[in-house]
């Protein structure tokens, strides 16, 4: 079985999605949404190849892997059993420039 890691960037995306779904819907739903959220993460401990390699979009040679969720896009990587999460950004956000930079 895998285990999932959150990097540090990834920390601070839950609290900026955190942030903003207490200013726009309360405390109440924004509890729900990130536990629903991190909840669905915790399936690649069991389905570690749920996501689709990053590859398959862009013409950038990288090991990610994403998964959709709702709102948002989660990045990862497999590294020994560990699925470690790279970033959770909003579907609306240009991930390619966040993850990648200018290239």
Known sequence: MYKVYFS???KD????INEYLQEEFGKETA???LKK???SIKNFE????????????????TEYMY????????FYRL??????IIRILDIKQDYIQILFGNR
Do not use: A, W
């Open 31 to 33: 509890n729900f949404e």
């Open 8 to 10: 540090p960037l990834t």
């Open 79 to 84: 590294e020994n059993h560990k699925v470690k």
């Open 46 to 61: 069991q389905f570690p190849l749920m996501g689709r390699p990053l590859v398959n979009l862009i013409d950038i040679p």
């Open 13 to 16: 995306d839950l609290m900026k």
């Open 37 to 39: 959220l991190i909840e």
């Open 67 to 74: 998964f959709v969720t709702e709102r948002n896009y989660v």
